[in-house]
T-cell receptor, first 113, second 114 residues
Framework: GENVEQHPSTLSVQEGDSAVIKCTYSDSASNYFPWYKQELGKRPQLIIDIRSNVGEKKDQRIAVTLNKTAKHFSLHITETQPEDSAVYFCAASTGTGRRALTFGSGTRLQVQP | DTGVSQNPRHKITKRGQNVTFRCDPI?????LYWYRQTLGQGPEFLTYFQNEAQLEKSRLLSDRFSAERPKGSFSTLEIQRTEQGDSAMYLCASDIEAGVQGYTFGSGTRLTVV
């Protein structure tokens, strides 16, 4: 089955700096890669996603890049703000549509004011 | 429609008891998913419905777990003979086949088995 590894497990940055979180996946058939943000005690919320036919996608301060050959994808947050502090999860899905997601173990991002 | 609704929010039960959780997805979403999340970990897939059909089950879903979605709308997840290892947050999510948006998760049911 699919295996998703996520690094780092914790990340501390100064407000205004950039943050990068990296994930690797094992199943070359995976074709959908979402990122979720989860604040303490709250539900995971989708922040951005990318499909395997696209190499990069950007939404304001957030971008995701995908390298299918190397089987890794990354989340980039620029101009970080204290409200970006949360746990971020990457995930991968295999097959048509999104169906079951395999999640990484999460990255706790702390943005220091 | 305010999103995916899960009830109860919290459940404390004694080991060996049965528990049932309910999920009401976004009304136009025909796909519904159950995940389990333990502290410090990402959600783990349990099972998935398309309309009323249960199309996929994880190996994590032991014989003590059963899920239903009888009319293709709300779903229930039952755990029989609960064990302490079942303590976790049980998350429900929904989406629409061929939709462009990803999952919408509910707020979850936190189960504590004592």
């Amino acid at each position: 089955g699919e295996n998703v590894e996520q690094h780092p497990s914790t990340l501390s940055v100064q407000e205004g700096d950039s943050a990068v979180i990296k994930c690797t996946y094992s199943d070359s058939a995976s074709n959908y890669f979402p990122w979720y943000k989860q604040e303490l005690g709250k539900r995971p919320q989708l922040i951005i996603d990318i499909r395997s036919n696209v190499g990069e996608k950007k939404d304001q301060r957030i971008a995701v890049t995908l390298n299918k050959t190397a089987k890794h994808f990354s989340l980039h947050i620029t101009e970080t703000q204290p409200e970006d502090s949360a746990v971020y999860f990457c995930a991968a899905s295999t097959g048509t549509g999104r169906r079951a997601l395999t999640f990484g173990s999460g990255t706790r991002l702390q943005v220091q004011p | 429609d305010t999103g995916v609704s899960q009830n109860p929010r919290h459940k404390i039960t004694k080991r060996g008891q049965n528990v049932t959780f309910r999920c009401d997805p976004i009304s136009e979403h025909n796909r519904l998913y159950w995940y389990r999340q333990t502290l410090g970990q990402g959600p783990e897939f349990l099972t998935y419905f398309q309309n009323e059909a249960q199309l996929e089950k994880s190996r994590l879903l032991s014989d003590r777990f059963s899920a239903e979605r009888p009319k293709g709308s709300f779903s229930t997840l039952e755990i029989q003979r609960t064990e302490q290892g079942d303590s976790a947050m049980y998350l429900c999510a929904s989406d629409i086949e061929a939709g462009v948006q990803g999952y919408t998760f509910g707020s979850g049911t936190r189960l504590t088995v004592v």
